[in-house]
């Protein structure tokens, strides 16, 4: 079950969804997903539904809000296209981590606010770019974040990238998992290991682990690199994570 919903932030209105499992009569565990790169979609609707379906009220925003509403992929084009991708590098250039600090604080307050989402903790999910996402909500609301995961996620440590979450994991006091594709270009061995060491140093509960075989992608339905088997496992770690941590 799912319902549209307005959330209001200081930058706009964020279109989001809220998704619940069929027949469930009282507020449930929050968990915040964060589509990848592509946006609002068929694949991860069904994804939230999927997490939603294991005991959980999931909240799934519209991260391009700022340049469009609802999906911002044309019907019968793919993320991936040549003249689609411009137009999404551009609205995730918007995404700085100031943006997504102001964002993650509506969507907090929306929690608070809404019947579906029970007090307490929440768990935080992101895939691709939304993967430092992730990290970075941990680490601003450790009061609030007992479970922050990853799913092929990019770019976390780069050198010398100011706007890494490398330099702000320090703050997490949840739980991490990291679910990283096996030869990833963007995220080679030497940027997990980066960011193994941080968390480390921090004294983070953490997981890493390596998808052998699976491509940067490997859970989105609509890319040339899903994998179903991996997908499969990367829905059991996530289930697994969360029961153990919400």
């Known amino acids: 079950m799912s319902r549209a919903i307005d959330i209001p932030a200081a930058d706009g209105t964020i279109d ?3 998704f619940t499992p069929g027949g469930a009569d009282g507020p449930l565990p929050a968990v915040v997903l964060f589509t990848d790169i592509g946006g609002l979609r068929p694949c991860y609707h069904e994804k939230a539904q999927q997490n939603a379906d294991n005991g959980y009220a ?14 911002v992929v044309p019907e019968g084009k793919s993320f991936r296209d040549p003249d689609v991708r411009p137009t999404l590098f ?6 700085t981590p100031e943006a997504q600090s102001r964002d993650f604080a509506a969507l907090l307050d929306c929690i608070d606010g809404e019947a ?17 996402f992730a990290l970075r909500m941990a680490a ?3 009061d609030r974040v007992a479970a922050a995961a990853g799913f092929h996620s990019a770019r976390l440590a780069g050198v010398d990238d100011p ?21 990833d270009e963007l995220l080679p061995p030497e940027q997990i290991a980066r960011m193994d060491e941080a968390l480390a140093k921090a004294g983070v509960h953490f997981t890493t682990e390596l998808y052998k075989g699976a491509a940067h992608g490997f859970t989105a339905k609509d890319a040339p690199a ?3 088997t991996a ?3 990367h829905h059991k770690r996530l289930a697994m994570f969360l029961e153990e941590t919400l």
């Open 90 to 95: 551009e609205y995730a250039g918007h995404l």
């Open 163 to 183: 706007y890494s979450p490398v330099h702000v994991v320090g703050t997490v006091e949840g739980r991490v998992y990291l679910g990283h594709a096996d030869k």
């Open 16 to 18: 989001a969804h809220v």
């Open 58 to 71: 999931v909240l799934m925003p519209n991260v391009y809000y700022r340049n469009a509403s609802g999906p």
């Open 231 to 233: 997908d499969a496992l």
């Open 226 to 228: 899903y994998d179903a």
């Open 116 to 132: 579906e989402f029970a007090d307490g903790k929440l768990g935080v999910v992101g895939y691709c770019m939304t993967g430092a």
């Open 140 to 142: 601003e609301h450790p």
